[in-house]
């Protein structure tokens, strides 16, 4: 259970979690929706979207993107990766539909897409989820978004490097921006070396910066 009263899947051997303990849900909003699907929206008045998500998880930050989607009236078709799904009994763990006043049936409905094929969440949200490694990522000038949301790298150091970000950057469409919780100074300096342009924002509770990173 985190502080706000969104539960996250906590990884014992790696004393790591999916979410910030200071609140699953407001770390989310804070840092994909607001940073990154915002901004976006703010800045590129075409609401057809196209997103990539680094870590599909518990599905949060997509159920999250779905609702906005919605409420926004936008196109979104939203690609997760992600190598390790969680299982059904972690599925029915989550409480996030509840705590968004959403629909527990459309949340399960990303869980049950297909992997590998495009499937249709609602009018606004397309969903597809592939079950790959990051590092296999070949997906060229395809997105406007990237939600990066890997473990931190205290336990998985390898996603955090210049040939990661390179694929990210290579993903990405021109002005397309990479949002992620972390702000540590290698983490910046790995996207700058790779073309990015960075900038250092308020975190969300408990984190004082996160980065936004874009392609210029
Ligand atoms: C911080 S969690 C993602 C949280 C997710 N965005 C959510 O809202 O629940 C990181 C995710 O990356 C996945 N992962 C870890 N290493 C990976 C790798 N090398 N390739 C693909 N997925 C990986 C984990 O299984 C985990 O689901």
Redesign the pocket.
Known sequence: MTDDGSVTIHLPEWNEQ??SKHGAIAE?IHVFIEAGLEHWILKNPKHEISIL?I???????AFLTCLEATKKDLQINYSG????PISGEEIRQLNYASLLNASEESFLKLHQSNWGISSEISQNFTLSKRE????EIKDSNLYNVI?F???GARV?PE?WTESIFKLMFEALKPNGVLVTYSAKGSVRRAMQAVGFSVERLPGPPGKREMLRATRV
Do not use: P
């Open positions: 999916y979410h989310a998500e870590g599909f998880g518990t599905g949060l930050n990766i992600e190598a390790y790959q490694f990051f590092s939600f949301d890997a473990f998985q996603l």
